[in-house]
């Protein structure tokens, strides 16, 4: 028998109770901004600048002990934490050093490192460093920029693709839908304080690029409703599509969560964070695409008479003959 | 009707077969490996028998390009240095001083005596003369000393410019020769390295300029940045100068035209120099590892005949005066010249150990940076690491991709099974593209791909979903499998092109992981558009025509 998660046919009402949906998505991106302006996020060298030093032993890892082995040297802000992974065996200790930045632009030097390195392995010879990194400050502030300029062309050009393809007001639910995704996602980061790097940016990306994908095959099936159904309501034709994809909409996410998830068990600490983010952009991004950009459209209204002229503009432009 | 042509169905066979053999280096990626090591080897004329061992592991007929592992994958050292590209304008401007001053001293019954003074800024070269009337004339000499520019904008632009600054002569660079002098210094740099880089030997290294004052550093296997560091980071100018006198006073102020250098070896020992070195490394054709009589460490090396006989005659002229060997603004040694040297060769002594003249040898071969670098950005990724990120990004890639292999076929049953072998394909050409083009996959890089598992089978989904609906519908199964491909097709590029945009903007905005991101969810998604509206397609299609079911299951 064939798994059917979704019955053949569904009439929930998806925008009858809209005030609630999006007055818990209003709630919830208020509480990211306050949450992002109290607590800020933690950010990663990247993005602040510092040295990052990956350290490997066979012995349990002390953080105070690792801590009391370099404090001597006097770098100042000196961050220690243990990195826990399920695919670690008992004899993989693995702890993540993270050095401030020195003031002048530069990356740390060969020499401070070697002293910390030494330090380290004064208190425990089989400690290995498998990674070191190191971001001058001068660096990190512009790849600070490039971010946040990455960021808004990617939701610029989002914006006018669906404006050329949709009518404006589905390009304005979609830009909406698109920035609370990015403002819960930075609200959980502050909120549970992990590492915000640079590839956390690329998953911001990616969920945006989820996100819109999501939103898009629900305003195509409600473009192409509105066509076939001119006279009925406009709440009844959306509610309609959105209950005609919602098959679809439930499958992809199970299958991108599915994938997600074997990667954030399996996929080893190094990119969990990343992961993590991707995961939350998935449920974010289906929620929103239903309940804030279809919510959005509904509010602005859509123009119904489709008869002349823009009547091109909604069809589907890329359908073939085959 | 489903009618694809015959032509059209070849190219999409032909397509899914390039893709999987493109693809399959990448299952055997260390004899792949071997095999092109040896391969380059023997082209370069070498030939023994571990190397045809190694060549036989791959047959050479069958495509052998692999997907480039990114540093966090393979291990390895990244650097981003800053070029100081200004350093370089001093040196020109004090090249200038000795040109200028045999200028003048031509007009010097009118211009009278000539000093060179001090400047606050060092690419400035100030001049004063004696007799204050003269000075117009002296400005107006020595702006015949700029030479006009070969460049595509500066027409009319000359190298020099010269003005008066009360008694003063000030002469700097134009403008558009810093440019030129920053493009050339950058061009110095990157070649430079390069030959550093190559000396030692690893594979393949990354060596970019970024932006104007830039450059990245890439080298696998490496163990660390920091040795990296060493090698390229020491600027190793090597030059000749006369001793002034030997000194214990660091504070000695050195006169016009003189330099102050400590000793490399003894602590408290300074030497007053002259300023304009006899000759300079950029002369060295040669440079080995070598001992000396007492059988210590040292480096001997040989000139280019114009800087032999330069030598050649200031040693002639110099007997028993001490001359010092300058590396990097610290003297390595001042030998009293014993007698003439002719030919051009010679032997640097100090106290080096066997690996510091091995490496000095190198750096003087590979020549000297023409300017200072700082490095702004450095990371090492040692190779246990990079071997566990790609365990376990290859074991969560094969769970990920088998629970949604089993999730699409309970759930849509045969044609789930198409959709899984589309998915295949889709992975199978995400490898090629990337061999194909040398990309470099990195941890991002699988997540990525990881992904495209995941969405990759949204396309076949929507398509799948739209013949359900059509199937209630539509007159047979025929029609409703062409209207579901039709009807889904403008969901599925609309979705699909504003994902590309993303990443194309990725791409072209992020840095390092988040390019390598990228470029595994751009390719993704043209490889999952292509075997979603034409593989699957055609597999339904050769399924409905052999069995012609009326009514479909799915």
Not at chain 2, 79 to 100: F, K, N, S
Not at chain 2, 101 to 116: A, F
């Amino acid at each position: 028998m064939r798994l059917k998660l979704v019955p053949d046919e569904t009439h929930f009402n998806f925008l009858g109770s809209w005030r609630i949906t999006a007055g818990f998505s209003a709630v919830l991106v208020v509480l990211s901004i306050v949450a992002f302006l109290t607590m800020g996020l933690n950010f990663g060298i990247d993005f602040r600048g510092g040295t990052s030093v990956r350290t490997e032993a066979t012995e349990p890892v002390d953080i105070g002990a690792y801590r009391d082995a370099i404090t001597p040297l006097g770098l100042g802000d000196v961050a220690i934490s243990e990195v826990f992974d399920p695919t670690y065996g008992p004899d993989e200790n693995v702890a993540l050093i993270r050095i401030q930045a020195p003031e002048d632009g530069e990356s740390i030097a060969p020499s401070v490192l070697d002293e910390v390195e030494q330090a380290l392995q004064d208190y425990d010879p089989s400690l290995e460093f498998t990674s070191v990194e190191s971001v001058g400050p001068k660096v990190s502030g512009e790849l600070v920029q490039s971010a946040l300029l990455a960021v808004a062309a990617a939701l610029a050009a989002i914006l006018f693709y669906i404006w050329l393809r949709f009518e404006w007001q589905f390009g304005i639910g979609a830009l909406t839908a698109l920035v609370h995704d990015v403002v819960l996602t930075i609200g959980l980061f502050s909120v549970l304080q992990i590492r915000f790097d640079l590839p956390i940016i690329a998953a911001l990306l990616t969920i945006v690029g989820y996100s819109i994908n999501d939103t898009v095959v629900v305003f195509d099936r409600m473009r192409e409703n509105l066509i076939k159904y001119k006279k009925r309501e406009l709440n009844d034709v959306m509610n309609l599509s959105l209950n005609e994809t919602l098959s679809r909409t439930i499958l992809t996410s199970l299958t991108t969560l599915l994938a997600l998830g074997s990667l954030f068990v399996l996929g080893g600490d190094v990119i969990r964070g990343f992961v993590f983010a991707m995961i939350w952009g998935v449920v974010v991004g289906t929620w929103s695409s239903v309940f804030v950009a279809a919510v959005t459209v509904k509010r602005l209204g859509v123009k119904r008479d489709w008869s002349k002229g823009d009547g091109e503009k909604g069809g589907t432009q890329f359908a073939t003959d085959t | 009707m489903l009618q694809i042509s015959l032509w059209k169905r070849l190219l999409i066979v032909l397509i899914c077969l390039g893709g999987v053999s493109f693809s399959m280096p990448n299952l055997f990626y260390d004899r792949v490996e071997r095999h092109n090591d040896a391969v380059a080897l023997m082209e370069q004329g070498q030939d023994t028998e571990a190397l045809r061992a190694d060549r036989a592991l791959w047959p050479d007929w069958a495509p052998s390009e692999l997907v480039n592992l990114g540093l966090d994958l393979r291990g390895g050292a990244h650097l981003l240095a800053e070029v100081h590209v200004t350093d370089v304008y001093e040196d020109r401007v004090d090249g200038l001083w000795p040109e200028v001053r045999d200028t003048l001293r031509d007009e010097r019954s009118i211009v009278g005596n000539v000093r060179r003074m001090p400047s606050d800024d060092p690419a400035v070269l100030r001049v004063a003369v004696s007799e204050p009337d003269g000075i117009d004339h002296a400005v107006s000499v020595v702006s015949e000393l700029a030479r006009p520019m070969q460049s595509l904008t500066g027409i009319g632009a000359s190298d020099l410019e010269v003005r008066r600054d009360g008694d003063e002569i000030v002469v700097t660079l134009s403008e558009a020769e810093r440019a030129a002098t920053d493009d050339r210094t950058m061009r110095q740099s990157l070649e430079i390295i390069r030959r550093r880089v190559d000396e030692v030997g690893t594979r393949e290294p990354t060596i970019m300029r970024q932006g104007t004052d830039r450059i990245l550093i890439q080298v696998p296997g490496i163990g660390s940045a920091g040795e990296l560091k060493e090698l390229i980071g020491t600027t190793a100018r090597l030059t000749f100068h006369p001793v002034v006198r030997q000194t214990s006073d660091e504070d000695t102020v050195p006169g016009p035209g003189e330099l102050l250098h400590p000793s490399m070896d003894e602590e408290g020992v300074f030497y007053l120099l002259e300023q304009s070195p006899v000759v300079s490394g950029e002369q060295l054709v040669d440079a080995q590892p070598d001992f000396d009589q007492n059988g210590r460490p040292a480096v001997s090396f040989r000139f280019n005949p114009a800087g032999g006989r330069a030598f050649g005659i200031y040693t002639a002229e110099n007997i028993g005066n001490p001359f010092a060997i300058v590396l990097d603004g610290e003297v390595i040694s001042a030998p009293v010249i014993q007698s003439h040297i002719p030919g051009g060769s010679g032997i640097i002594t100090g106290r080096f150990t066997v690996e510091e003249s091995t490496q000095l040898a190198v750096l003087l071969r590979a020549g000297a940076l023409p300017a200072e670098m700082t490095f702004l950005e450095e990371r090492t990724i040692g190779p246990e690491l990079g071997q566990d990120s790609i365990d376990a990004g290859s074991i969560a890639a094969l769970v990920a991709m088998a629970a949604v292999l089993i999730f699409m076929i309970v759930s849509y049953g045969f044609f789930g099974i198409i959709a899984n072998i589309a998915l295949a394909l889709n992975i199978a050409m995400i490898f090629a593209l990337l061999s194909l083009i040398g990309a470099t996959l990195t941890l991002p890089g699988i997540a990525g791909i990881v992904l495209t598992i995941g969405m990759a089978v949204d396309a076949n989904v929507l398509v799948f979903e739209r013949i359900r609906e059509e199937m209630k519908t539509a007159r047979g199964a025929a029609r409703a499998i062409e209207l579901g491909y039709q009807k889904a097709l403008s969901a599925i590029l609309d979705a699909n092109i504003t994902t590309f945009i993303t990443a194309a903007i990725l791409f072209a905005l992020g840095s390092g992981p988040v390019r390598g991101f990228a470029v595994t969810l751009g390719l993704g998604i043209i490889t999952s558009v292509f075997t979603a509206l034409l593989v699957t397609r055609l597999m339904v299609v050769f399924w409905f025509e052999r069995r012609r079911p009326k009514t479909i299951a799915i």
